[in-house]
């Protein structure tokens, strides 16, 4: 099974200030890699798949880059409705595996 | 709209069973593998099992494998969880979640149903 680990665990932004998320995979999963967030009393939405593609109707300052194992998740100029826990989940075999997530908080 | 409503979960024994099910609305239900998430505030996002586009192939998780059966009616847009044995560790809210065929993240989730096992 993958392991997949996000830091960190807890990230306090500004409103208008950039977000840097990491995923780190415990082993290769190519750009099998996605992205979700969540928030209170929500399903989690796709933000972004194959690592860097923005799902449907995803707003451009979310942003993700990586390949193999390590992994970024950005958020430029955070607005209110970004703060919530974000997620990664390879793809590339089985078990699908998530990270434990990182909360984004309102500093 | 694409919409994914879960249902059927409740609060049952350990070692009890239920079947929880998910009902698909706004896409074409017979050409999309289908997964059951389930989430706990402490062990967070966890993929439970998938059922191919056909229901003719089936993957579980280690922690449900040999309890929990996966199976889908396409003639119904639906798709079911029978869970058996059921474990206190099973408590989650269970989520179904939608993919395209092959290696592709989970573009449409549904609400949750949630299950508690307690005696």
């Known amino acids: 099974e993958i392991v997949m680990t996000q830091s960190p665990a807890t990230l306090s932004v500004s409103p208008g200030e950039r977000a840097t998320l990491s995923c780190r995979a415990s082993q290769s999963v190519s750009s099998s890699l996605a992205w979700y967030q969540q928030k209170p009393g929500q399903a989690p939405r796709l933000l972004i798949y194959?690592?860097?593609t923005r799902a449907t109707g995803i707003p451009a300052r979310f942003s993700g880059s990586g390949s193999g194992t390590d992994f970024t998740l950005t958020i430029n100029s955070l607005q209110s409705e970004d703060f919530a826990v974000y997620y990664c989940?390879?793809?590339?075999?089985?078990?699908?595996?998530f990270g434990q997530g990182t909360k984004v908080e309102i500093k | 709209q694409v919409q994914l409503v879960e249902s059927g979960g409740g609060v049952v024994q350990p070692g009890r069973t239920l079947r929880l099910s998910c009902v698909g609305s706004g896409f074409t239900f017979n050409t999309y593998t289908i997964h059951w998430v389930r989430q706990t505030p402490g062990r967070g996002l966890e993929w439970v099992a998938v059922i191919s586009s056909d229901g003719s192939n089936e993957y579980y998780a280690d922690s449900v494998k040999g309890r929990f059966t996966i199976s889908r009616d396409n003639s119904k847009n639906a798709l079911y969880l029978q869970m058996n044995s059921l474990k206190r560790e099973d408590t989650a809210l269970y989520y179904c979640?939608?993919?395209?065929?092959?290696?592709?993240?989970?573009?449409?989730w549904g609400q949750g149903t949630l299950v508690t096992v307690s005696s």
């Open positions: 979640a939608r993919s395209r065929v092959g290696a592709t993240a989970f573009d449409y």
């Open positions: 194959g690592a860097s």
């Open positions: 989940q390879h793809y590339s075999n089985w078990p699908r595996t």
